[in-house]
């Protein structure tokens, strides 16, 4: 029979707590933001950084098509299209589609769910589409696909919903 394995010693609360802030700080969270990050709008001027060529059709429905270029900025540690861009992107092209439906009328997204299918390599180019499934008096509810653009591969699917906001009677 083989000899048991010795159990690590459990550190202490407070040796816990310095290895986390040890671990915290080296990822940088201590670090201050630049300027430019500050400054209303910086999430959505990144985010249009890295979509081109979009255009919106109105014809039936409503359709926003625009290319994502998968550059260095916007990946993970596995040289692939980060999640949370992918999330913002999603969010972007929706809003910019229930616009198009629902004019310009103030609305916030309510939920936006997303499959990852396939992963999207450094340098590869993403067409990235999105049209309204659904649009009521209060809510509009869009559906965004990202296919690689030489394989038409589809690689995520995100799905969100906008409210629209209640026009005020004084």
């Given amino acids: 029979m083989a000899p048991q394995p ?14 986390t802030m040890r671990f915290l700080r080296a990822l940088g969270v201590d670090a201050s933001l630049p300027a430019s990050a500050e400054r209303p709008g910086a999430h959505s001027a990144l985010v249009r950084a890295l979509l081109s060529s979009a255009t919106v059709s ?21 040289n692939t299209l980060h999640g949370g861009a992918v999330a913002a992107v999603a969010e972007a092209v929706g809003m910019a589609c229930a616009r198009a439906a629902a004019g310009d009328k103030e609305m916030f997204l309510g939920e936006l769910s997303t499959a990852y299918l396939s992963a999207a390599r450094l340098d590869s180019e993403v067409e990235v589409e ?5 649009k009521g008096r209060s809510v509009v509810v869009t559906t965004v696909e990202f296919r690689l653009k030489d394989s038409k591969k589809l690689c995520y699917t995100s799905r969100a919903t906008f409210y629209i906001m209640p026009v005020a009677s004084l």
């Fill in 58 to 78: 109105s014809s039936p429905v409503p359709r926003v098509s625009c290319t994502l270029t998968v550059s260095s900025a916007a990946t993970n540690a596995y």
């Fill in 6 to 19: 010795e159990e690590a010693p459990k550190p202490s609360p407070e040796e816990s707590r310095e290895w």
């Fill in 130 to 134: 999105g049209l309204i499934l659904r």
